[in-house]
């Protein structure tokens, strides 16, 4: 099993740049699809899928709100995902949450977070008008 860590939100104004980073302890990182999910404050506000990436790196996937301001990669030695976050607006505050899904070998993501076995914590990350 693997234990994800979320680290680097903060405060940024709008515009502004932020990486998140997500460590997982346990031996067997690279056999697992990993995702950003984020929950925006306020009643009703269900998790969302960010983006996804296949164990490999190989295959990556984006939520329409954040494609070509978003990317997501992943360092399997080092067993940390990261999220560049560009261009960051108002309402991409939210608290932001690693997860990771038990794939083996399959080369797939998943935007479904029920699909996911392990997740963080969280890290907030506040976008500034």
């Known amino acids: 099993q693997v234990q994800p860590v979320e680290s680097g939100g903060g405060l940024v104004q709008a515009g502004g740049s932020l990486r998140l980073s997500c460590a997982a302890s346990?031996?067997?990182?690279?056999?697992?699809?990993m995702g950003w999910f984020r929950q925006a404050p306020g009643p009703g506000k269900e998790r969302e899928f960010v983006?996804?990436?296949?164990?490999?790196?190989?295959?990556?996937d984006y939520a329409d709100s954040v494609k070509g301001r978003f990317t997501i990669s992943r360092d399997n030695p080092k067993k940390t995902v990261y999220l560049q976050m560009n261009s960051l607006k108002p309402e991409d505050t939210a608290i932001y949450y690693c997860?990771?899904?038990?794939?083996?070998?399959?080369?797939?993501?998943?935007?479904?977070?029920?699909?996911?076995?392990?997740w963080g914590q969280g890290t907030q990350v506040t976008v500034s008008s």
């Open positions: 983006a996804g990436i296949s164990w490999s790196g190989g295959t990556t």
């Open positions: 997860a990771a899904r038990s794939v083996g070998r399959a080369e797939v993501t998943s935007t479904r977070a029920g699909l996911y076995d392990y």
């Open positions: 346990g031996r067997t990182f690279s056999s697992y699809a």
